[in-house]
C-alpha cells in the first residue's frame, strides 16, 4: 500500500500516469471528494469491485455508485432520460448522485460527478466509470483524512488493502452526496450536500 502526498489541487501528469495504470491493473486507489475521501477502482473489472467490497467489509448485496467525468459517460453506463438530465445540468459537478437503470443488465448504478478538481482529474483522464464509495470500513464514520482511514483499517485488521493512497490533507467535513433515483417518478434515497425538492 503506497502513499501519494499531493497538493489540494491535482496531480502532475507524471502523478497522474501512475494513478490510471493502477486502475487499468485491477487496483484500487484512496483519493479526496468533494465530501469525503473515497475507495475507487475501475467499475467495468469484477474482480477490482469484488476487492473494493473486502477493504469496506461491505455486504456483496449492497451497491456503490461510480465516478463520471460528465454526462456523455453518463450516458454510456446508463439509460440516460431527461430527469437525470435536468438534475445533473443544474447540480453537476457537485454532491448529487443520479440513480438510474443500467445500460446493460437489469440493475441500477448511481452515477456522480464530484466537484473536485484532482477526483475530476483523475475521472477524464480514466475514459472510464470509476467505483466511488466513501472510505470507510463499513458500520465506521466517513473520512476526511488518510490517517482517519488507515486508523479505520488497522481497527480491523484488514488482510485486502488499497494499492494507492492519494494523500491530499484533511477535508473539510461535509455531508455525502445527496442521491436521487430518477427510473421513474423521482425519489429522494438519501438527503446529503445538495437540497433538492422533488
Known sequence: MEILRVAPGRLTQRQLRAVTQILHNGGSIVYPTDTTYGIGCDATNPDAVKNVFAIKHRPADKQMSVMVSGI?????????????????SQWWPGALTIVLKQKIGRGTVGVRMPNHDLALQIAKAYHKPIITTSANISGESPCYSIPSFLSQVKRQRSTALP?????AGSLPRRQPSTVVDVRKHPKIIRNGSVRIVI
Open 72 to 88: 456523455s459517460m453518463a450516458r454510456r453506463c446508463c439509460q440516460w432520460n431527461a430527469r437525470a438530465q435536468s438534475l445533473a
Open 163 to 167: 494499492d494507492l493512497l492519494i494523500n
